[in-house]
């Protein structure tokens, strides 16, 4: 017969096995599934949703807590069993004040919403979004409301996002970066436009770099697949399946960069220790975390000066028409030259921040109701001409650009920004653990990087805290000062044409 502890054991790795599947649903529905498939797809993810949760909150998972947690908590705080014990309680609690049909019914109405907002899109055509907008944020209401009472009406979204973080304290970070952000951009944008950056670029051979860039960093190809869609991310299907997206333009070269920073997320869910495979613990610590961890590859890495000396003659090969003739310094420049523009996930550095800040403040407005869907687009507007100086021409490059809201995703935006903050934290702990890092970049040697990633961070997946596990990595507690440091020598100085 088995243990409770075995017992417990079980039943989390069954939700754990039903969350994956519904998650392997979504990776089909907007890589793989042909577009008459949606009518069907929504109800099929709302069963494994509703399936999932029923299981989530079964009270026996409540009496086998009980029953664990007094040997639980003679145990080391860091064991897998104490760990696993910590956090099935916070979710189990957390899932119990959810109900099953609301769980269901937000699954099958996100999926709907995700094909409308992918047609709406593509039209910029928001007022044909609108009403799945108003749908997804009337069945967040409902949860928020799950959780009273609370501090802010928007903690209970960050929470699913950021465990333990409150939106005050997100606030003050923000407040402190716009701060900063705002007259840093105003001296270092640069509207130059170089020639040699819109191509054009063969979409195979972008192909090729990326998946040569993913292997340098350290995946194995056994591990991993990737494929095209919409809006890039990373699914997790288990240490050992990760599927990254990405997307290609012949008139740019984004796409090494989506790939770098896909391959982030992916590198952090395939370095969680084996032995929390179809656990609870199987995950990253938080969203900001996995985004630390995207951004730091893609930015940190991979806009370096370093990285380029020793990547760019590979891609110039690649491109003999196009950079032929190029100077690396050159490439260097143009792939981090500040200009403000309307796409999020292609923004430069320095002016990305306010992209999320941006969003984090419509969101709160939009949750609290002091800013209706009917007047969304032109805040959205006004908003971007406030921060980056730009005129909005459309819905497409404007408001219809995420695919967030339409997926329920409210209170993830702001881990974005988090995320770069923490990569910097990270970063500066990695150069001082692992010395002259530059050379190592630019020799193309990513693997010490790796190991002290995944050693330091991947490894430990949901064991702990996010605050905690930051605390272990850089001694210490959210800081934006490192980020700050960093933009600040970078676009002051090192891209100065």
């Not at 998650?23 to 949606?38: C, F, I, N, R, T």
């Not at 069907?40 to 026996?60: F, I, N, Y």
């Not at 402190?176 to 944008?189: F, G, N, S, T, Y």
Request: hydrophobic share 40%; aromatic share 10%; net charge negative.
């Amino acid at each position: 017969m088995d243990s409770p502890y075995d017992e417990l054991k079980r039943r989390l790795c069954e939700i754990q096995d039903l969350e994956k599947a519904h998650e392997l649903l979504y990776w089909d529905q907007v890589v793989m599934m042909p577009p008459s498939g949606a009518a069907v797809r929504g109800d099929v993810r709302a069963t494994v949703a509703r399936l999932a949760h029923e299981k989530s909150v079964d009270d026996e998972i409540g009496r086998l807590l009980e029953q664990i947690e007094p040997q639980a908590e003679a145990m080391p705080y860091d064991s897998d069993e104490a760990s696993l014990v910590r956090v099935a309680r916070r979710d189990w609690e957390k899932a119990r004040k959810v109900p099953t049909e609301l769980a269901a019914e937000t699954a099958k109405v996100t999926a709907d919403a995700e094909d409308a907002w992918a047609a709406a899109r593509q039209a910029s055509d928001f007022a044909a979004f609108k009403p799945w907008l108003d749908r997804v944020l009337e069945l967040k209401r409902r949860y928020i409301e799950c959780f009273a009472p609370y501090d802010d009406p928007y903690d209970p979204l960050l929470d699913d996002f950021e465990p333990g973080m409150k939106t005050a304290e997100v606030r003050v970070v923000f407040d402190r970066l716009k701060q900063e952000l705002v007259p840093l951009i105003a001296h270092a944008a640069n509207n130059e436009q170089d020639e040699f950056m819109r191509g054009p670029f063969a979409v195979e051979r972008q192909h090729d770099l990326s998946l040569e860039l993913i292997g340098r960093f350290g995946f194995e190809p056994v591990a991993y697949r990737l494929d095209t869609t919409v809006h890039p991310f990373c699914s997790s299907l288990s240490t050992q399946d990760i599927r990254l997206t990405t997307r290609y333009s012949e008139e740019e070269l984004t796409s090494l960069f989506t790939a770098m920073h896909e391959c982030g997320h992916g590198l952090y869910e395939h370095g969680i220790s084996p032995a929390l495979e179809r656990t609870p613990l199987c995950d990253g610590a938080s969203s900001a975390l996995h985004e630390s961890q995207s951004r730091l590859w893609e930015n940190v890495v991979g806009r370096s000066r370093p990285f380029w000396r020793w990547f760019f003659p590979t891609v110039q090969r690649a491109f003999p028409d196009v950079l032929g003739d190029v100077e690396a310094d050159a490439f260097y420049r143009a792939v981090n030259r500040v200009h403000p523009s309307f796409i999020r996930v292609d923004a430069d550095e320095a002016t990305y921040g306010l992209h999320i800040i941006m969003r984090f403040e419509l969101e709160q407005e939009l949750i609290a109701g002091t800013l209706s869907t009917a007047d969304l687009p032109e805040a959205w507007n006004a908003r971007v001409e406030e921060y980056l100086g730009l005129e909005v021409p459309d819905d497409g490059l404007g408001v219809l650009q995420d695919v967030h809201w339409s997926s329920g995703g409210f209170g993830y935006f702001p881990t974005y920004q988090l995320g770069n903050v923490i990569s910097l934290q990270i970063w500066e702990r990695a150069r001082e653990a692992l010395g002259d890092v530059d050379a190592q970049l630019e020799r193309g040697e990513f693997g010490e990087l790796h190991q002290w990633l995944r050693s330091n961070v991947y490894a430990h997946g949901r064991k702990y805290l996010p605050a905690e596990l930051l605390e272990r990595v850089v001694g210490g507690p959210l800081d934006p000062e490192p980020y700050l440091r960093y933009l600040k020598s970078k676009f002051g100085t090192a891209v100065a044409a």
